[in-house]
C-alpha cells in the first residue's frame, strides 16, 4: 500500500498536498499498489469527504483533540500509530515546511531515513533526487525495510492530473499523550509582495532584455496577460527586479498553467524552478538555446520585436 499523508491548516488543503497525491495516484498504477490518504485534524469530516471524491482505496480520518494545531509531538505520535497499523511499502509526503519539521522525527521514531525533496520515483523503486542545484540527479534505492518515507518536490507531479472516484472514510481516534509542545505560529520566510507558486500565468524575463531599461517591454505582456513577472536569476542579482521574483534553485518554484520565458536561455538552475508548468511558451533569438528543450511552444526571433507586438494582439484579443 501506499499511504499519501496530506497537510491542511485550519480546515483548508495545503496545494502542494493535491500534487503528492497526484503522485500517489500514478505510482500506485505504476507499481500495481492501493493508495490510500490520510488527513490529521481535529473536525476534519468534511476534508475528509472531500478526499473520498478522489481515486484511492481508503480515506483515513485521524481525529482527536490534541490534533487541532500542529505540534511535532502530536502528528509523529499519530502517524506512527497509523502506519504501524496499516505497514505500507511507501509514505509519501508533500515537501512543505511543516513537513520538514516533524519527517525526521517521525522517521527516527520508525528507525527509517526521510527521503526529502524526491523529484521522480522509478519501479524498484528507485527515488530520483537533484544534487548540485539540478545539475545532476541521484538515484537512490532504501537498504532499509518498508515502510519508504518520501517528500516530494512542489510540481514533481501535477495536480491537475488527480483522478476523480469514491473512497470510503475510517475515521481513527488515536490515544494521544499531551503534547510536550505548545502550538506556535507556522514557520513563514520573509514579507514578500508576491507570491508566484500562487499564480496561473507567469511571464519571466532573462538576460536577453540587455538592461534595465528595456524591463517596461516584458512589463506591458505580464500587465496585459494578466500575469505575474518573475526573472531568472541574473536579473535579481543585478537588482532590475526584486529577489523576491527569481525562479530557479536559489528562487522560487512555480508550477503555473503557462509559463512564458522571455529572453531566458534555459540555465539547468533555472530549469529546476519552472520544470512543473503546465505549458511553457519560450522567445529566444538563438535557437539552440537550452530552453526550448523543454518548452511547449517556442519563438525564434527578437524579442524586441515579438514581446510588443504580441501584447498588442492580447490586448485587442480582450477589447
Same mark, same amino acid.
Given at each position: 500500500? =501506499?499511504?499519501?499523508?496530506?497537510?491542511?491548516k485550519?480546515?483548508?488543503?495545503?496545494?502542494m498536498?493535491w500534487e503528492?497525491?497526484a +503522485? @500517489?495516484?500514478q505510482?500506485?498504477?505504476?507499481?500495481?499498489?492501493?493508495?490510500a490518504?490520510? /488527513?490529521?485534524?481535529?473536525? &476534519?469530516?468534511?476534508?475528509?469527504?472531500?478526499l473520498? !471524491?478522489?481515486?484511492?482505496?481508503?480515506?483515513? %480520518?485521524v481525529?482527536?483533540?490534541g490534533?487541532?494545531? #500542529?505540534?511535532?509531538d502530536? #502528528?509523529?505520535?499519530a502517524?506512527t500509530?497509523? &502506519?504501524?497499523? $496499516?505497514?505500507p511499502?511507501?509514505v509519501?509526503?508533500?515537501? !512543505?515546511?511543516?513537513?520538514r519539521?516533524?519527517?525526521?522525527?517521525?522517521?527516527? *521514531?520508525?528507525?527509517?531515513?526521510?527521503?526529502?525533496d524526491?523529484?521522480?520515483?522509478?519501479?524498484?523503486?528507485?527515488?530520483?533526487r537533484?544534487?548540485?542545484?539540478?545539475?545532476?540527479n541521484?538515484?537512490? *534505492?532504501?537498504?532499509?525495510? %518498508?515502510?519508504? $518515507?518520501?517528500? $516530494?518536490q512542489?510540481?514533481?507531479y501535477?495536480?491537475?492530473?488527480?483522478a476523480? +472516484?469514491?473512497?470510503?472514510?475510517?475515521?481513527?481516534?488515536?490515544?494521544?499523550?499531551?503534547s510536550?509542545?505548545?502550538?506556535?505560529?507556522?514557520?513563514?520566510?520573509?514579507?514578500?509582495?508576491?507570491?508566484?507558486?500562487?499564480?496561473?500565468?507567469?511571464?519571466?524575463? +532573462? *538576460?536577453g532584455?540587455?538592461e %534595465?531599461?528595456?524591463?517596461?517591454i516584458?512589463?506591458?505582456l505580464?500587465?496585459a496577460?494578466?500575469?505575474?513577472?518573475?526573472?531568472?536569476r541574473?536579473?535579481?542579482?543585478? @537588482?532590475?527586479?526584486?529577489?523576491? *521574483?527569481? /525562479? +530557479?534553485?536559489?528562487?522560487?518554484?512555480?508550477?503555473?498553467?503557462? #509559463?512564458?520565458?522571455?529572453?531566458?536561455?534555459?540555465a539547468?538552475?533555472?530549469?529546476?524552478?519552472?520544470?512543473?508548468?503546465k %505549458? &511553457?511558451?519560450?522567445?529566444?533569438?538563438?535557437?539552440?538555446?537550452? =530552453?526550448?528543450?523543454?518548452?511547449?511552444?517556442g519563438?525564434?526571433?527578437?524579442?524586441?520585436e &515579438?514581446?510588443?507586438?504580441l !501584447?498588442?494582439?492580447?490586448?485587442?484579443?480582450?477589447?
Amino acid at each position: 500500500m =501506499i499511504l499519501v499523508v496530506m497537510e491542511q491548516k485550519a480546515g483548508v488543503w495545503h496545494k502542494m498536498s493535491w500534487e503528492t497525491l497526484a +503522485g @500517489g495516484q500514478q505510482l500506485g498504477a505504476a507499481l500495481g499498489q492501493p493508495v490510500a490518504a490520510v /488527513v490529521l485534524g481535529d473536525g &476534519i469530516s468534511g476534508l475528509a469527504a472531500e478526499l473520498a !471524491t478522489k481515486a484511492l482505496d481508503k480515506v483515513y %480520518a485521524v481525529e482527536h483533540a490534541g490534533l487541532a494545531s #500542529y505540534t511535532p509531538d502530536s #502528528y509523529t505520535a499519530a502517524l506512527t500509530a497509523l &502506519i504501524g497499523q $496499516l505497514q505500507p511499502s511507501l509514505v509519501l509526503f508533500p515537501h !512543505t515546511y511543516q513537513v520538514r519539521d516533524f519527517g525526521p522525527k517521525l522517521a527516527t *521514531r520508525l528507525d527509517r531515513v526521510l527521503l526529502s525533496d524526491v523529484v521522480r520515483v522509478n519501479p524498484g523503486p528507485v527515488f530520483v533526487r537533484q544534487l548540485f542545484q539540478g545539475k545532476l540527479n541521484s538515484d537512490v *534505492r532504501p537498504s532499509t525495510p %518498508a515502510p519508504h $518515507l518520501v517528500s $516530494l518536490q512542489a510540481g514533481a507531479y501535477r495536480a491537475d492530473a488527480l483522478a476523480a +472516484g469514491s473512497a470510503t472514510v475510517e475515521t481513527i481516534s488515536p490515544a494521544l499523550e499531551a503534547s510536550r509542545q505548545k502550538p506556535e505560529a507556522p514557520f513563514r520566510e520573509s514579507s514578500r509582495a508576491v507570491d508566484l507558486t500562487a499564480a496561473d500565468l507567469i511571464v519571466s524575463v +532573462g *538576460r536577453g532584455i540587455k538592461e %534595465a531599461d528595456n524591463l517596461p517591454i516584458v512589463e506591458e505582456l505580464a500587465k496585459a496577460l494578466g500575469a505575474e513577472l518573475a526573472a531568472s536569476r541574473p536579473i535579481c542579482d543585478n @537588482g532590475w527586479l526584486p529577489m523576491e *521574483r527569481q /525562479v +530557479g534553485s536559489s528562487g522560487q518554484t512555480v508550477a503555473p498553467k503557462v #509559463y512564458l520565458a522571455v529572453g531566458i536561455s534555459g540555465a539547468i538552475q533555472h530549469l529546476v524552478g519552472m520544470k512543473g508548468a503546465k %505549458a &511553457i511558451v519560450a522567445i529566444n533569438k538563438d535557437p539552440h538555446a537550452p =530552453i526550448f528543450e523543454v518548452a511547449d511552444y517556442g519563438l525564434v526571433g527578437d524579442l524586441f520585436e &515579438i514581446v510588443p507586438a504580441l !501584447t498588442e494582439e492580447v490586448r485587442k484579443a480582450k477589447s
